[in-house]
């Protein structure tokens, strides 16, 4: 199994934190393998888990009940290999240091000096080596964050929405040092409430809603959903879903009261269609968001709305199927 | 990337890391060093301060039992330079905490145990440099006492600052902000005041009041040895007494912090 072992192994994730407006359940029952090698999305609004699942995986919080695995061992002996590394969202440097001494010292801690220049490259801080935490911009303190993260050569990187805060600029420039990184084959999962950064630079993407993963596919597959709009109208002369389901660039079909909603990806065409040859009126087309791709992807009676996964080796098995 | 194997090599070596981090220890030095609010509070305003206080004519041939008034007013200011070092040392604990460098550390292999010792005996370096830059400029002002009482008063003060680095914690914890020294600065001056290690304090009610004070057991512990006294049993009691309510305070509050992160 060693060549076969997975980066990451979630089973039944449960976590629940009391507040005083009750019980709030942040991962409830979360099942999720990655491959070596895959650079999977976490994607999901504000309160999915994502968060709380990544403490979950770095041993920062510990699960009511499942199990973690983190490169077949427990996260915390993982973090202690520096198997696993993280950039998370904000805070964690102390801005009295440079950037070379804040990562001289977290190399210091892994017994991995040598990294510490190559790391600076890598993240594209060289020139702001010399430079006071305190006095970097959010970019530059995101990517020493990346930077630090590198210091172990951790066989799985995880980062926490790591771009939330910064400008488009900052963002890019960010993304561009994680696809170099990526490209030499390491395990990479981020969180994201970005559907552009999950399907630029994801090549799974793990949908969460309620602290269950809802769709897990790739990005083509997810894209597919989320830029679909719904046509809405009342139709004056009754129609069966099937009727309604075989027309041009229907994807699914629901009703909501006397309004029937067609999911479709060519939503001019249909609605061109729907007003000049049949009588429906009060006609409306919205957007899909992912909230709305979520409810889809869930919906039981949901159609197969994206092609099949090309099939790759390690796709066979987890990014052909939408859960 | 989606085919390709990692090129992490299959073994690696995961030595425990070591409870002594000397890297980590040179870097808490040089932030100290660096942070020109505590050279001031713990290398320059104690000898500053025993200048002003501690050096008129009188006090150097006033004696007091084994040293001079000047000497005196010496041990006090090392034990409260001592203090400040100490005390801001337990608050930037918290100050870490809570800008969530804590945490940070937690995602790298070096152990909670390392985090603490490396700051604890960063600040008993601040703490004993305090003493000494003190003790050397009221050595060279005019200061005389008996070697025994010299070295016996810098020791208790240096060791005894320890319990304010856990009032420091405490307070970091009550308080958390950056800035905390500013209030606590002030506050450990008061304190220094009126439980009479700035000025003594003789009979009254303030004697009385001073007896509460925290500053007051270290105060009278500190001096035993120059004034070849035993200090009183109020000395003891207010030592361990308010030792026991910052230790158990920062302990519930580091407890409950660790617990959310």
């Known amino acids: ?323 | 990337m989606t085919t390709t194997a990692t090129t992490t090599p299959a073994v690696r070596t995961a030595p425990r890391t070591s409870l002594w981090q000397p890297v980590y220890l040179r870097t808490e030095l040089r932030r100290l060093a660096r942070n020109r609010r505590t050279v001031i509070f713990t290398l320059v305003m104690p000898p500053v301060f025993f200048l002003l206080f501690g050096t008129q004519s009188a006090y150097g041939t006033q004696s007091v039992g084994n040293g001079n008034v000047t000497a005196y007013v010496m041990i006090s200011m090392a034990l409260y330079g001592a203090m400040l070092a100490t005390t801001a040392g337990g608050a930037g604990v918290s100050i870490e905490r809570a800008q969530g460098w804590s945490r940070q550390l937690r995602l790298t292999p070096l152990r909670p145990a390392a985090y603490v010792l490396t700051k604890v005996v960063s600040a008993l370096v601040f703490a004993l440099a305090s003493v000494v830059v003190t003790c050397a400029v009221g050595l060279v002002s005019g200061a005389h006492l008996s070697t025994r009482a010299l070295v016996l008063g810098a020791l208790i003060a240096w060791v005894g600052s320890a319990v304010f680095a856990a009032f420091g914690l405490f307070m970091g914890y009550v308080l958390p902000a950056e800035n905390v020294m500013q209030i606590l600065g002030p506050v450990l001056a008061l304190m220094a005041f009126a439980g009479g290690l700035f000025v003594p304090i003789d009979g009254g009610v303030f004697a009385t009041i001073a007896k509460f004070i925290p500053t007051y057991g270290l105060a009278e512990l500190t001096r035993a040895p120059l004034l070849g006294t035993a200090p009183n049993v109020w000395a003891y009691v207010n030592v361990l007494g308010w030792g026991l309510v910052f230790v158990v305070g920062a302990a519930r509050r580091f407890r409950r912090d660790t617990a959310r992160v």
């Open chain 1, 1 to 323: 199994m060693t060549t076969d072992e997975l980066a990451l192994d979630l089973r039944e994730l449960h976590k629940s934190f009391r507040t005083p407006a009750g019980t709030v359940r942040a991962v409830d029952g979360l099942d999720l393998a990655v491959r070596p090698g895959e650079v999977v999305a976490f994607l999901g609004p504000n309160g999915a888990g994502k968060t709380t699942t990544i403490d979950l995986v770095l041993g920062l919080a510990t699960p009511d009940s499942g199990t973690v695995r983190v490169l077949g061992h427990e996260p915390s002996d993982a973090i202690a290999h520096g198997r696993v590394s993280a950039v998370m969202q904000t805070g964690g440097l102390l801005k009295d240091l440079t950037v070379r001494e804040t990562l001289e010292l977290t190399a210091s801690f892994y017994g991995t000096p040598w990294a510490v220049g190559p790391a600076l490259e890598r993240a594209g801080l060289a020139d702001a080596a010399g430079r006071r935490v305190g006095s970097c911009s959010g970019g530059q303190q995101q990517r020493l964050r990346f930077a630090l993260a590198l210091l172990p050569d951790p066989d799985l990187l995880i980062l926490d929405e790591p771009t939330t805060g910064m400008d488009v600029a900052g963002r890019r420039d960010f993304w561009n040092a994680i696809r170099a990184d990526a490209a030499q084959g390491r395990t990479i999962l981020f969180a994201t409430h970005y559907l552009e950064e999950a399907d630029a630079y994801a090549d799974r993407i793990v949908l969460l809603s309620h602290g269950k993963v809802v769709a897990d596919g790739t990005a083509a597959q997810v894209r597919a959903v989320a830029s679909g709009r719904v046509v809405s109208a009342v139709l004056d002369a009754p129609a069966t879903d099937d009727e309604l389901a075989a027309l041009p660039g229907v994807d699914h079909v629901e009703r909501r009261g006397d309004r029937v909603q067609l999911h479709t990806r060519t939503s001019d065409e249909l609605a061109r269609l729907l007003l000049t040859t049949t009588g429906a009126h009060d006609l409306e087309i919205t957007s899909l968001g992912l909230e709305q791709a979520f409810l889809t992807l869930t919906s039981d009676d949901a159609a197969p709305v994206a092609p099949p996964a090309p099939a790759t080796d390690r796709s066979a098995s987890t990014a052909g199927s939408l859960r």
